[in-house]
């Protein structure tokens, strides 16, 4: 961890390491913020960024596995006001990143109209600003990673349980995992153990971020959390204690691949992870497979990653941008990781 902050110039660093059903490591270092030096510990609470999709999947797939979820309906059976367009859009296609539905937009959040400053009470408000407009390509033909299609499954929870999405993720998904300091960012609480994240200048200077309200994108990008109760969330996963396995396999399931990513210049880009049901699933040094997530926004990095197998998960909050996650904790994870040699197996 203290190499990692050297080489990063990040103030602080958090991790959370759960094995074979316990969390064997839950540690922090360095500045959670900067105002006062409050060091970090595991239990910091920062933005997770686009790792909330992952607890939005979750929650979709709860519904999925009770039958009141179809992944191959078009997205307006569960979000209405979700205008259509010239090609279906269904459930999956919002959940594999392929519905055609852009990203931000450079200049999107410039100063003339700075949507992330705004507050909207609402997910039908919060996708007004973009809703209407036309998509990159037809559903199921190229991968475009896109917040704003994610944010649409928050429009599936309160459709189908008629529960708030945050309400309906406390009730069925943070309470049984363990995952009490968990919640939505929500500008006027107050949030205990609360870190910031920073962001350097032209200059090499930490400096505060820009504000953000991030009531557009609760599903995409807008939950608090800690290294701890990500790894629980993993951990709780892993012991079917959220989905039953067969819904798990579902999740976990390689959706796409290879990944197309669109490019508007020309010829599609491959990428080099394989995509499944919100989750990506990246290759270790080693050959094996894991469903992971990373997030970025505020001036934090996370990344939360998890080997169902080994029954391990390893989550890595740092409050820095810019920042590699994958690399920092892809490297945490093989500490804990039997190494595999072919023809030999485990050692």
Known sequence: MQQIRNESGAPGISVAVAHRGEIVFSEGLGFAEMDNLTQTTGSTVHNI?????????????LLVEQGKVNLDAPIQTY??????????ITVRHILTHTSGIR??????FGEKEYKEKIHYDSLEAGIGFWKDDTLLFRPGQFWLYSSHASNLMQGIIETVTD????????EHVWQPAGMLS?????????????????????KGLLINPPYVDVSYKYAGGGILS?????VRFGMTLNHGKLLKPST???????????????????????QSHKQALSWFIRTDIQGREF?????????????????????????????????????????ISQLFLPSVEPGIGHQ
């Open 49 to 61: 960024a686009s790792i909330s999709k992952t607890m939005a999947a979750v929650a979709v797939m």
């Open 79 to 88: 979000v209405p006001y979700f205008p259509e367009k010239p090609w279906p």
């Open 103 to 108: 990203h931000y937009r450079d200049g999107e």
């Open 163 to 170: 529960m708030g999405f945050e309400e309906y993720l406390r």
């Open 182 to 202: 968990t919640r939505f960012d929500v500008p006027e609480r107050i949030v205990n153990n609360r870190g910031r994240g920073y962001i350097r200048n032209e």
């Open 226 to 230: 800690t290294a701890g109760d990500l």
């Open 248 to 270: 798990l396999r579902m999740m976990y399931e390689v959706q796409v691949d290879p990944v197309m990513e669109f490019n508007p210049e020309g010829e599609p880009v491959k």
């Open 291 to 331: 469903p992971s997530h990373t997030g970025s926004v505020k001036g934090c990095r996370s990344y939360l990653l998890n080997y169902p197998d080994e029954d391990l998960v390893v989550a890595l909050i740092v409050n820095i941008i810019p920042f590699d996650p994958v690399k920092y904790g892809n490297t």
